[in-house]
């Protein structure tokens, strides 16, 4: 166990070194995904897991460049291809560290869709990973609520129907309602790891 947390603090540190916004959101998708594994009633080593792999999913961020991450504009086809090579760097990062191999399946396919649509496999439904399936909808409700360089975020009641359209499509049908009954406090799910 602690091999796991100092390879952890170890690849956040990078993170947060090369883009402390994605790392920010890193760690909100960590939390929404805790309380939403809680939710659902995994084990604790699964909602550990989910917690892990929210805290790791956008680490191979660290290979696209900042001008690229904070862009003020659309990105062009070349740069948002390179952007979405960062799941299966990520997992390249993440190999090097052996006590880690569980959460490459989320990071893998964090960006898989329900309906086949997404990347880098185009799995869809149940071949997504479940972790992969919470940490796409933890992963997009904090992009769509915070603010980016490119974009003003939307209010959380916004971003939450935004989800329930996207259920079945984007999102995982039966993880939608889950996560959007998880209790709200201001402006933010509650967060229930620090």
């Known amino acids: 166990m602690a091999d796991m947390q100092e390879q952890v603090t170890r690849v956040t540190a990078m993170l947060r070194e090369h883009s402390p916004e994605t790392a920010r959101h890193c760690i909100a998708v960590a939390r929404y995904g805790t309380v939403m ?18 805290l790791l999913h956008d680490v191979g961020k660290i290979y696209v460049a900042s001008r690229i991450l904070a862009k003020p504009g659309p990105l062009t086809p070349e740069e948002w291809a390179v952007v979405k090579e960062h799941p299966a760097r990520g997992v390249e990062l993440l190999r090097r560290c052996t006590a880690l191999s569980d959460v490459l399946l989320a990071v893998a396919f964090h960006h898989e869709r329900y309906d086949g649509t ?23 409700y904090d992009a769509m609520i915070t603010d980016r360089s490119y974009r003003r975020g939307v209010a959380p009641a916004e971003a939450l129907a935004r989800l329930r359209e996207g259920a079945g499509t984007q999102f995982d ?9 998880v209790p709200m406090q201001g402006e933010h799910l509650i967060a229930e790891i620090a």
């Open 37 to 54: 594994a809680r939710a659902l009633g995994l084990p604790e080593r699964r909602v550990l897991l989910v917690s892990l792999a929210g």
């Open 118 to 140: 997404g990347y880098p496999a185009g799995l869809s439904g149940r071949e997504i990973p479940l972790e992969a399936r919470i940490l796409s909808i933890c992963n997009a």
């Open 173 to 181: 049908p039966d993880l939608v309602p889950v996560f959007t009954r």
